[in-house]
């Protein structure tokens, strides 16, 4: 908390003021951040060694690894100030809208491996692991990111606590 204080004496009143309003979104996207390194690392270390050949199946057991992850972190961190779930139905919940987010990962990393042959023997290994970088952890990362932002605040967890500053309440660096 110390740390928070420092940071956040230090930053512009201006500025602050829009992380304030936008704190959900960014500790959001951090955790994303997080389950993104997680499922790279995870995807590529399995794909380069006991899943070679196999990329959907590393590709799925890397997302399923970071949706745990990821489900304590944004539980825990990212959306605290919602709830109004039990913590069954909220972690049911959230698996269903990250299994939809696996599936929306999974359709440009299968487009690229099956439909466009970008996979050894038709192109070479670099290129193979370029495509699946850039389908799988690009833009599969990205669609299913969006999705599962929309579908975190709307279904898993749609109940805000009010913490809405009052228009006249000075920003105070323990609201972050």
């Known amino acids: ?68 992850l990821s489900y304590i972190l944004n539980r825990e961190w990212a959306f605290t100030a919602r709830g109004g779930r039990q913590g069954r139905h909220e972690a049911a919940l959230f698996f269903v809208v990250a299994g939809i987010g696996l599936v929306i990962t999974q359709l440009p990393l299968a487009i690229s491996s099956y439909i466009f042959q970008l996979r050894t023997p038709h192109v070479s290994v670099l290129v193979e692991n370029i495509a699946d970088f850039i389908s799988a952890t690009i833009i599969g990362t990205l669609l299913a990111t969006a999705f599962r932002w929309w579908a975190m605040r709307k279904f898993v967890f749609p109940h805000p606590v009010s913490t809405e500053l009052a228009p006249d309440e000075p920003v105070q660096s323990n609201q972050l």
């Open 1 to 68: 908390m110390f740390l928070v204080q420092i940071v956040a004496a230090r930053v512009p009143k201006r500025m602050l003021s829009m992380f304030l309003r936008n704190a959900e979104l960014l500790k959001f996207l951090t955790v994303g951040g997080i389950a993104f390194v997680t499922t790279m690392a995870l995807f590529f270390g399995l794909k380069w060694t006991i899943l070679s050949g196999k990329p959907l199946t590393a590709n799925v057991v890397a997302t399923l690894i970071a949706t745990v």
